[in-house]
């Protein structure tokens, strides 16, 4: 896919950053090093400045002509044929015809807009079907931002022009939402503690996290899960569509400080069931305790709950919960 201006020009590049070496590029278009290697080994598309010690350095012209091949691969030309044609748009630029915001509009390019240069990256892996670049990419955000800049800057917007492009496309890209979000959750899991590395927080029970009966959308709790793990709290997972008598009796197994429900749509979200769960007491008479209920999600929108958080953004939410548990230990 192509997503720099016809000038070849990156968002959110500068002068200063050209040229690159062949592992910077390699991020920025989401491949392989290797990938960018046999490329030049097999169909000449190499970099046209070499640095002292043969080192490659990537120009402006090297990006575009790049850029215009990932985006021809990914729609299925077969590499040969591509880089013929990469070449020779490079030269005249009819390939890349710029849009009103100044990004390519070339066919096969997803939505993305203005976002982090690392979306573009894990977009252009995504359409590919490269997974071992998809995972690549993803770890690398969440090594160098952390949890909760990695999901709403960098998986949230490419999850995004994914979903758009799909119900623009008539099904076409559905398999390609599909192995992102498997890798996204994958990557999720992976950067979350394991529960001996988190902090003993001993008497106040774990965070109770779970979609509402009939939520089958978990990728934003799962991001929530980690971000907890990451600051080293206690939490309990439960995932999509929990039936309500489930949850309810996990909530006095565990006695937890917090509950978070999920809900995506309005038709899943239920109010009774936040009151409910609210309500249910442990300890001793005089000295009850009750959960703390966080009602997360665009389903919530419009509902009105006694005593329930409402949280606007992830960092929202990280930050009451770690209040919360300040407080009660």
Known sequence: MSELPADGSAANGSAGELPLTTGALARRLGVAPTTLRSWERRYGIGPAVRAEGRHRRWTRRDVALLEEMCRLTASGVPPAEAAQVAKGAAGSHAELVPGRNGTSQAPGALPLGDVRQEC???????????????????????????????????????????????????DRYVEVEHLLSWHVSTALRRHTPLPGRQVDVSPVGPVVLACVPGEQHTLPIEAFNAALGELGLPTRMFGAAVPAEALAAAVRRLGPAVVVLWAQ????????LARHLADIRWGVRGAWRHPSVMLAGPGWSGASTRGSIRPVTLMDAVDIVSEVYGAQR
Request: aromatic letters at 6%; charged letters at 20%.
């Open 120 to 170: 573009r990256g894990l977009a252009r892996a995504a359409v590919r079907l490269d997974a071992p670049a998809v995972e690549r990419q993803l770890a690398d955000a969440v090594g160098q931002y952390g949890i909760v800049v990695a999901w709403q800057e960098v998986m949230v917007p490419t999850l995004h022009a994914v979903g758009r492009k799909w119900a623009s496309s008539g």
């Open 265 to 272: 749509a309005r038709s899943t979200a239920s109010p009774p």
